[in-house]
T-cell receptor, first 112, second 114 residues
Framework: DTAVSQTPKYLVTQMGNDKSIKCEQNLGHDTMYWYKQDSKKFLKIMFSYNNKELIINETVPNRFSPKSPDKAHLNLHINSLELGDSAVYFC???????????FGPGTRLTVL | AQSVTQPDIHITVSEGASLELRCNYSYGATPYLFWYVQSPGQGLQLLLKYFSGDTLVQGIKGFEAEFKRSQSSFNLRKPSVHWSDAAEYFCAVGGYSGNTPLVFGKGTRLSVIA
């Protein structure tokens, strides 16, 4: 019974490709997030969705587009991948913002 | 604006020694405070949280943290460290009235030596 799941766990691709990462939560939470964790382990929030509505869109290239088909899912699509996109991407969810977040296991993206 | 400072980037302790990881926060209202741990190659796991009440909170794996409003601190402690505690530790601040998500510190990497 995984609370927050992400697929795939690993993603290796070439520069210029388009890829998607999927996230699902079965906690009934109303808010979901995408974070990027770089090689220095710094967690940077990218997007926040509350009830399928985009709440936070940090300074992220518009090659990154989140999509929330329903409250339980938040997918991340990345166009024209670049070397600098290589990182671990975490999905998380919470009930309301400012509250405890539950994290997925992460997706390690490697762009060659 | 909310902010979290973890002054120590990397700490090394001997197995069996005590541990204290520092966290200072800035928040305009009553904060919710959290400590997360990230083992190598894993996601983040909640260790403990403070919402209100007793300022000394107990968490999993023998960790505790104390909220000190006067010092804007929420330091994490463990009386005796085990080798399996080697990981990255993140402090985070949020709040009931907040309309922004948690703000995370930059993390403290804990190494444990024999």
């Amino acid at each position: 019974d995984t609370a927050v799941s992400q697929t795939p766990k690993y993603l290796v691709t070439q520069m210029g490709n388009d890829k998607s990462i999927k996230c699902e939560q079965n906690l009934g939470h109303d808010t979901m997030y995408w974070y990027k964790q770089d090689s220095k382990k710094f967690l940077k929030i990218m997007f926040s969705y509350n009830n399928k509505e985009l709440i936070i869109n940090e300074t992220v290239p518009n090659r990154f587009s989140p999509k929330s088909p329903d409250k339980a899912h938040l997918n991340l699509h990345i166009n024209s991948l670049e070397l600098g996109d290589s990182a671990v991407y975490f999905c998380a969810s919470s009930q309301g913002q400012g509250n405890e977040q539950f994290f997925g296991p992460g997706t390690r993206l490697t762009v060659l | 604006a909310q902010s979290v400072t973890q002054p120590d980037i990397h700490i090394t302790v001997s197995e069996g020694a005590s541990l204290e990881l520092r966290c200072n926060y800035s928040y305009g209202a009553t904060p919710y405070l959290f400590w997360y741990v990230q083992s190598p190659g894993q996601g983040l796991q909640l260790l403990l949280k403070y919402f209100s009440g007793d300022t000394l909170v107990q968490g999993i794996k023998g960790f505790e943290a104390e909220f000190k409003r006067s010092q804007s601190s929420f330091n994490l402690r463990k009386p005796s460290v085990h080798w399996s505690d080697a990981a990255e530790y993140f402090c985070a601040v949020g709040g009931y009235s907040g309309n922004t998500p948690l703000v995370f510190g930059k993390g403290t990497r804990l190494s444990v030596i024999a």
